[in-house]
């Protein structure tokens, strides 16, 4: 199982982003994707999830309406569009995925919202 993720940068508040994920080693289509974050200091928290097919998400309350978690299985990419970014969204951005009964993770993706 390989993750990798890109996209990550420097934004001014209120800016946006669009991160990606692109999956090697599985069936992308068959498994639900996740993307946590991790700021300096803080636990790493789930951000969004995304069902198989694409037709569940969840988002953590911070970012609902802000954020949008998608998934082309076509490609074994899943996408998290960042809106409206604000300074707490700070943090290095995880691609996950549960399989064969542990966690993967990619290297992460650094954003840095700031003026």
């Known amino acids: 199982v390989h993750l990798v993720e890109s996209g990550g940068g420097l934004v001014q508040p209120g800016g946006s982003l669009r991160l990606s994920c692109a999956a090697s080693?599985?069936?992308?289509?068959?498994?639900?994707m996740n993307w946590y974050r991790q700021a300096p200091g803080k636990e790493r928290e789930l951000v969004a999830a995304i069902t198989s097919v694409g037709g569940s998400t969840y988002y953590v309350s911070s970012v609902k309406g802000r954020f949008t978690i998608s998934r082309d299985n076509a490609k074994n990419t899943v996408y998290l569009q960042m809106n409206n970014l604000k300074p707490e969204d700070t943090a290095v951005y995880y691609c996950n995925v549960q399989w064969g009964g542990r966690a993967y993770w990619g290297q992460g993706t650094q954003v840095t919202v700031s003026s």
């Open positions: 080693g599985f069936s992308f289509s068959s498994y639900a």
